[in-house]
């Protein structure tokens, strides 16, 4: 899961693009990275930690330009502690290409030796994002050759990229002296909207990962890109579109909505907070056929995505809804911080009690999702020292049981706690008095009822259906031992943790 965004103006966009990025810190906090043009050269500056710290009054005066695109990452393929991964990307033919990528390809080993036996493009690093962009730069060179670089050519280009890559990807690339590129995976999996505004100097348009980046820099969203679709938005800021692929349908990843997305985004017609309200009642639902509302005495959320979940939950039982826990936001989410040592380390620091809320009180603690669990068994334990009498937890999300191979930190069987776990053994695990978990079909159909429109989810991580239908076994295996052959590294946890500090202390 990456953020990313892309401008065309008539204006320098650098501060336009570092704005937009910062409302994107939740979609990844590894890495960022902004490239601006201006004629047809480029402007790179993107190194390791989060926006604020990536970039200085210097950095942001070498960006001159434009044009440009950014992104904010957080690492699912190749290797999460080199800067040299860090997007974006550029390759120099043809014309001259930079990218920035959402998502993973599940075929990116076999491109990789397709690209430097068949293509003769070499391959420097293990990010799938680098196979990307020389698919891309080698489909526009066929599509383009002995003729003018037309919005046609372009739209030719993406649509052989789609027969030859598979995942999950939403892009944005800037094409110099041409424009800006923008596409989407044919099932629509990972996010991507465009939007405008009419400035003095004339139209801008601004493609990004979620509709609060639009709004949240002054634009007005147009709509979601489509699946399969490719954009075009030429230098004066008109925009092309095309369908790409043969047989698109829109199988959003049910992910974003559970936890990934900003409450306040709107993606594929669907609100993110009107799901997650929905998905709170339908969990009331469960939790009134598995403990007696009676044996309730507040409802207390695990901050930030959860919040809308408990909140109707808490209408729906008929209990009071109340803050119990205290979340630093100085500190990462512990989801997507890379290294599992980093993650449990960082709980406490990033979460403390309000005791009046828990003492002499049956809780029920309410979290969007469990994934590994160790922060939920920490969490259940700083609310027993707190003085809870009994303490029940509810996710607002089924069991996370199978891994994920679309871009969100979960490929390996061995780190879900519900990976060959019932749940009683679950419950055991994290210390709860009872645990209450989200019905899959009942989330799908509450979720879905928002667009009508959709083909269904991208929900493999709860259900087990790949989607691209490319996945096997052996790709599962691939991915674990990408991951155990990279160290945890106790220097870059420890780069982290200065980091944060210094966040602290300057705050």
């Known amino acids: 899961m990456c953020g990313i965004v892309g401008v065309i103006s008539k204006s320098p966009v650098n501060q336009l693009i570092y704005d937009a990025l910062l409302l994107l810190q939740h979609r990844g906090q590894d890495a960022a990275g902004i490239v601006t043009m201006q004629g047809t050269k480029c402007f790179m500056h993107k190194a390791r930690g989060m926006v604020r710290d990536v970039f200085r009054t210097r950095n942001m005066r070498a960006l001159p330009g434009p044009v440009g695109l950014g992104q904010v990452r957080y690492p699912t393929a190749g290797n999460a502690y080199s800067e040299e991964e860090a997007q974006p990307f550029y390759v120099n033919a043809p014309f001259g290409i930079v990218l920035v990528h959402n998502g993973n390809l599940t075929n990116a080993l076999a491109l990789k030796e397709e690209l430097f036996a068949i293509d003769r493009r070499h391959i420097n690093t293990t990010s799938d994002t680098e196979v990307l962009i020389n698919v891309l730069a080698h489909e526009l060179e066929r599509a383009a050759r002995n003729l003018p670089l037309t919005p046609d050519e372009i739209f030719k280009a993406v649509s052989a990229v789609h027969k030859r890559i598979k995942g999950s990807y939403a892009v944005v690339a800037l094409i110099a002296g041409h424009g800006l590129l923008a596409f989407r995976d044919p099932f629509g999996i990972r996010p991507l909207v465009f939007g405008e505004s009419v400035t003095a100097d004339g139209r801008e348009v601004m493609v990004a990962s979620e509709s609060v980046a639009i709004e949240g820099t002054g634009h007005t969203v147009t709509r979601d890109v489509a699946p399969g679709e490719a954009i075009f938005i030429d230098l004066e800021g008109q925009v092309h579109a095309k369908q790409c692929a043969d047989a698109p349908t829109l199988n959003p990843c049910m992910f974003e909505f559970v936890y990934l997305a900003r409450p306040d985004s709107v993606m594929d017609g669907i609100s993110v907070y009107q799901a997650r309200l929905n998905m709170g009642e339908t969990l009331a639902q469960r939790v009134i056929s598995t403990i007696r509302p009676n044996e309730i005495d507040v409802v207390i959320p ?66 969007d999702s469990i994934v590994r669990g160790t922060t939920s068994k920490e969490i259940v334990q700083m609310a027993r020292d707190a003085g809870a009498r009994k303490v029940y937890m509810a996710s607002a999300a089924p069991p996370v049981r199978f891994p994920n191979v679309y871009g969100i930190d979960m490929p390996t069987k061995e780190e879900l706690i519900a990976h060959n776990r019932s749940i009683e053994e679950i419950r055991e695990f994290i210390g709860a008095d009872a645990l209450i978990y989200q019905d899959v079909d009942a989330m799908k159909k509450v979720v879905g009822a928002l667009n009508g429109k959709l083909s269904g989810f991208e929900a493999s991580c709860f259900d087990g259906h790949y989607v691209t239908g490319d996945v096997s076994s052996a790709d599962f295996d691939a991915m674990a031992a990408q991951r155990s052959s990279q160290p945890e590294e106790e220097e870059g946890n420890d780069r982290t943790r200065l980091a944060l500090q210094s966040a602290n202390e300057r705050s």
């Open 302 to 367: 695990i901050p930030e995505s959860s919040r809308p979940s408990a909140m109707q939950l808490a209408q729906k039982l008929g209990k009071p809804y109340r803050e119990g826990f205290v979340k630093n936001r100085y500190v990462g989410r512990t989801f997507i911080m890379p290294g599992q040592g980093m993650r449990k380390k960082s709980v406490r620091q990033k979460l403390n009690t309000i005791g009046m809320e828990f003492k002499g009180r049956n809780v029920l603690l309410v979290d």
